[in-house]
T-cell receptor, first 112, second 116 residues
Framework: TQLLEQSPQFLSIQEGENLTVYCNSS?????LQWYRQEPGEGPVLLVT?????EVKKLKRLTFQFGDARKDSSLHITAAQPGDTGLYLC????????????FGTGTRLKVLA | EAQVTQNPRYLITVTGKKLTVTCSQN?????MSWYRQDPGLGLRQIYY???????DKGDVPEGYKVSRKEKRNFPLILESPSPNQTSLYFC???????????????FGSGTRLTVV
């Protein structure tokens, strides 16, 4: 059972556009993280959000953790070709055993 | 530089020919893990290791073996590879298992395996 659903699955946009990627679950998470995976490389951790409602900014990227800690979003302002890659959310549920789960992924392509 | 090093990056092999993918980390991490990544299926955990000599199955362990004789190394062994093991493999490490939710993983660059 996939507990972390990401949307959209694919996204192709022009340079300069804004976009939002969503990571949703019916489960509560103690924290959520976002990774970016560039073609031919392993995922790289971008951010960890821990508190419900928390907002973190990393240059043009804004990450938000839902108030109920069941969802998260990643907003990119003025996307650039260098933002191209696979974005993965991941986290640990608070219920049951401690298990680290990856989301289904969003593949982003930014066209110059 | 803190990193996870996997070798080889690319490998084409034939069905049934034993192979080993090496993984080494230089961060003194206790927790190490192997994942495979397939289109439409995402990252799936194969095996993990909490510490030296402590390994356990992940979600898709069939056809794989691992060992953890030293803290820094965690090789993945395919005793008799089959075409359904064609995939992109990642080794990853974290300071400790319960640190994952805060520090996340450091991943290697991946090994693209093709079994013909």
């Amino acid at each position: 059972t996939q507990l972390l659903e990401q949307s959209p699955q694919f996204l192709s946009i022009q340079e300069g556009e804004n976009l939002t990627v969503y990571c949703n679950s019916s489960s509560v998470f103690s924290s959520l993280q976002w990774y970016r995976q560039e073609p031919g490389e392993g995922p790289v951790l971008l951010v960890t959000v821990v508190t419900g409602g928390e907002v973190k900014k990393l240059k043009r990227l804004t990450f938000q953790f839902g108030d109920a800690r069941k969802d998260s979003s990643l907003h990119i302002t003025a996307a650039q070709p260098g933002d191209t890659g696979l974005y993965l959310c991941a986290g640990v549920t608070v219920t049951g055993t401690y298990k680290y789960i990856f989301g289904t992924g969003t593949r982003l392509k930014v066209l110059a | 530089e803190a990193q996870v090093t996997q070798n080889p990056r690319y490998l084409i092999t034939v069905t049934g020919k034993k192979l080993t993918v090496t993984c080494s980390q230089n961060m003194n991490h206790e927790y190490m893990s192997w994942y495979r990544q397939d289109p439409g299926l995402g990252l799936r955990q194969i095996y993990y290791s909490m510490n030296v000599e402590v390994t356990d199955k992940g979600d898709v362990p069939e056809g794989y073996k691992v060992s953890r004789k030293e803290k820094r190394n965690f090789p993945l062994i395919l005793e008799s590879p089959s075409p359904n093991q064609t995939s992109l493999y990642f080794c990853a490490s974290s300071f400790e298992y319960h640190d994952l939710g805060y520090g996340g993983y450091t991943f290697g660059s991946g090994t693209r395996l093709t079994v013909v």
